[in-house]
């Protein structure tokens, strides 16, 4: 079965430092990987996906996404945060063979000024 | 483009009662998919369907029901409510991946429900 984990389920981080959210995933196969953003009483919002060539994935909103094989790992990170980041992010992953996407516990992002 | 739609935006139930939440897409998309978020969680897969006359369980299937009589339509059904059914619920609808240029998975504005 797929699987994705977030570890922390929250980042503070101060305006304008560098900020990472952290994910790590199991799957069976070639994974296909996506990160969304989830607003206070919103839908998700698409960041940026990794399904095959460069391991460096660039986004919107200036977020990138590393995708590292060796460590099953995922990390969203953006180079200087703004208050405006401060919001609920959620990893998902899915098998290039499957059909589901499997999403991890989301991590709480606060960014203070 | 309308994307994902999902009616109604909020309800309120009564413990027992019964409800369908609608769920239409306008992309032709063979992918279709219900999700649940509890307040402060992820998101959990009740029930998808990889295309017309297809679905299948998710994780947390118990209580809903869900058909797919045509390829834009996908509604799930609560035979009788019960609080622990209180959450957002999310439709999706996706095309192949590793085809698309785009997002590869829409997400509908979610239904607030109730159970009281």
């Known amino acids: 079965a797929q699987s994705v984990a977030q570890p922390e389920d929250q980042v503070n981080v101060a305006e304008g430092n560098p900020l990472t959210v952290k994910c790590t995933y199991s799957?069976?196969?070639?994974?296909?990987l996506f990160w969304y953003v989830q607003y206070p009483n919103r839908g998700l919002q698409f960041l940026l996906k990794?399904?095959?060539?460069?391991?460096l994935v660039k986004g919107s909103y200036g977020f990138e996404a590393e995708f590292n094989k060796s460590q099953t790992s995922f990390h969203l990170k953006k180079p200087s945060a703004l208050v405006s980041d401060s919001a609920l992010y959620f990893c998902?992953?899915?098998?290039?063979?499957?059909?589901?996407?499997?999403f991890g516990g989301g991590t709480r992002v606060l960014v203070k000024p | 483009n309308a994307g994902v739609t999902q009616t109604p935006k909020f309800r309120i139930l009564k413990i027992g009662q019964s409800m369908t939440l609608q769920c239409a897409q306008d992309?032709?998309?063979?992918?279709m998919y219900w999700y649940r978020q509890d307040p402060g969680m992820g998101l959990k897969l009740i029930y998808y369907?990889?295309?017309?006359?297809?679905?299948d369980k998710g994780e947390v299937p118990n209580g809903y029901n869900v058909s797919r009589s045509t390829t834009e339509d996908f509604p799930l059904r609560l035979e009788l409510a019960a609080p622990s059914q209180t959450s957002v619920y999310f439709c999706?609808?996706?095309?192949?991946?590793?085809?698309?240029?785009?997002?590869?998975?829409?997400f509908g504005s979610g239904t607030r429900l109730t159970v009281v």
């Open positions: 999706a609808s996706r095309t192949t991946i590793s085809g698309t240029g785009g997002e590869g998975y829409t």
């Open positions: 799957v069976s196969g070639n994974p296909y």
């Open positions: 990794y399904i095959t060539g460069d391991n």
């Open positions: 998902a992953v899915i098998g290039a063979a499957g059909n589901k996407l499997t």
């Open positions: 992309m032709n998309h063979n992918y």
């Open positions: 369907s990889v295309g017309a006359g297809i679905t």
